[in-house]
T-cell receptor, first 112, second 115 residues
Framework: KAGVTQTPRYLIKTRGQQVTLSCSPI?????VSWYQQTPGQGLQFLFEYFSETQRNKGNFPGRFSGRQFSNSRSEMNVSTLELGDSALYLCASSARGNQPQHFGDGTRLSIL | AQTVTQSQPEMSVQEAETVTLSCTYD???????LFWYKQPPSRQMILVIR??????QNATENRFSVNFQKAAKSFSLKISDSQLGDAAMYFCAYNFGAAGNKLTFGGGTRVLVKP
């Protein structure tokens, strides 16, 4: 069974641009969660999608948004990029709530 | 809001020895789940072990075991017979039972394994 796939692995952007990250969950998994990992703030929850609906949301500004498609693939969008958005963005999927989450390798986003 | 605290930024262990990582959490809920994740330099988060709060029995996965003290809100991880491949960052995480998937992570403990 293929694991969680995140694309791209690395991304370099400049301030003010926008970016879209993609996550393909494990086949059959309907829940997709996104996390931001930085040296200063650690791992922080962004949002969770389940069956195309946002089920949970963390404390991030509206510049961070996401969506989930009918095949459970999810995208995360960040608009008007700031230097502080430089981070490793991790996606995790699970079959349903409270089942263990399986993580992808992450997308390393660098803002210049 | 729930918080998870890992008080040990770094732990060092000799190969084949045992190391215990500490984790405390704060919650007013009674139904929740606790996890330990491992993140090697390759950066993928790997689930090590999972504990349901309603279960009194401590979870065990091969060389990994936990000491779950619900009243004390403590959830430590013991790694027995440490191997070089155990070297990584270890994160303790909490998930409220009824909230879907919304992990709250601790700050992490780096484990170094000496040959």
């Amino acid at each position: 069974k293929a694991g969680v796939t995140q694309t791209p692995r690395y991304l370099i952007k400049t301030r003010g641009q926008q970016v879209t990250l993609s996550c393909s969950p494990i086949s059959g998994h309907r829940s997709v969660s996104w996390y931001q990992q930085t040296p200063g703030q650690g791992l922080q929850f962004l949002f969770e999608y389940f069956s195309e609906t946002q089920r949970n949301k963390g404390n991030f500004p509206g510049r961070f948004s996401g969506r989930q498609f009918s095949n459970s693939r999810s995208e995360m969008n960040v608009s008007t990029l700031e230097l502080g958005d430089s981070a490793l963005y991790l996606c995790a999927s699970s079959a349903r709530g409270n089942q263990p989450q399986h993580f992808g390798d992450g997308t390393r986003l660098s803002i210049l | 809001a729930q918080t998870v605290t890992q008080s040990q930024p770094e732990m060092s262990v000799q190969e084949a020895e045992t190391v215990t990582l500490s984790c405390t959490y704060d919650t007013s809920e009674s139904d929740y789940y606790l996890f330990w994740y491992k993140q090697p330099p390759s950066r993928q988060m790997i689930l090590v072990i999972r504990q349901e709060a309603y279960k009194q029995q401590n979870a065990t996965e091969n060389r990994f075991s936990v000491n779950f003290q619900k009243a004390a809100k403590s959830f430590s991880l013991k790694i027995s017979d440490s191997q070089l491949g155990d070297a990584a960052m270890y994160f303790c995480a909490y998930n409220f039972g009824a909230a879907g998937n919304k992990l709250t992570f601790g700050g992490g403990t780096r484990v170094l394994v000496k040959p």
